[in-house]
């Protein structure tokens, strides 16, 4: 058994051509969550880490579990109009127009070293936005890490030239 | 140090006179989070449970860390139009108008034990929207788990009415 086998696509979703890579599989698989999430905590638990942060939504089943796995806190960054406490918001461009990401302003330290957790990197547009939140409020992305990489959509070109260090548990080609 | 004094409460959030009860400054806190974690594994390591169900979006929080911890796999119910293969959708009444939640149909097992996990009790409405999404596809609600109750709201008490065990972490009285 391995992540990727556990990884479901499904065909034109969310309209056609696409081919939608679905982690609900790998997630509701005991033993396939538990791979994903112990390959994950292997990798980190020698990181100079202070706090894992998670894109809404998938990126905080991921992200819950190794912080606690890594004995860390969570921090949530969640789409416009969703955090209660004073934010800092991030633009950031979709296919169509543009959506905005927030993080609570007191959500971490400055200097705080963050894992940035999601479960899928495409264009790198909402990973790239994440970390400018993080870096607006003085922390510092560590790295970034994925359940599953689209190397064809160009994500993990883009982090590399904004000289950000991550880490894919699965690509798929030809997306 | 205790779940409940690490949950920050802001007045007038969404909107004037409500006490919002936000559980973020738990989540940070590595201590306060593993506190909050640890609590819910000793409760339900010793009950016959199949799977953890979580509620988007801090659901997922709460039950993917849940879901390592017991060594189970983890299955979301997300808002509609978010997952990508066959769903089953349930309506649910809102203050003013109406949500659906959707859950995949092949996401547990027919006879199933559930655990239904979200982040706070207020009216039960999303709750109760939950358990008909799982029963429908054959699911057994074991019982439900949640961070805060706010009893004055009276979700808790639709709770029992349906018959449904449900365990709260911590209670706000006067919302």
Known sequence: MSIQSLIRTIPDYPKPGIM???ITTLLQDPVGYRLCIDDLTQRYMTYDIDVIVGIEARGFIMGAAMAYTLNKGFVPI????????DVVGQEYQLEYGTDTIEMHKDAIEKGAKVLLVDDLLATGGTALAAAALIEKIGGKVVEMAFIVDLPDIGGSKKLEAG???YYCQTEFEGD
């Open 78 to 85: 969640r789409k416009k109009g969703k955090l209660p406490g």
């Open 163 to 165: 000289g950000y260090a």
């Open 20 to 22: 939608f890579r679905d």
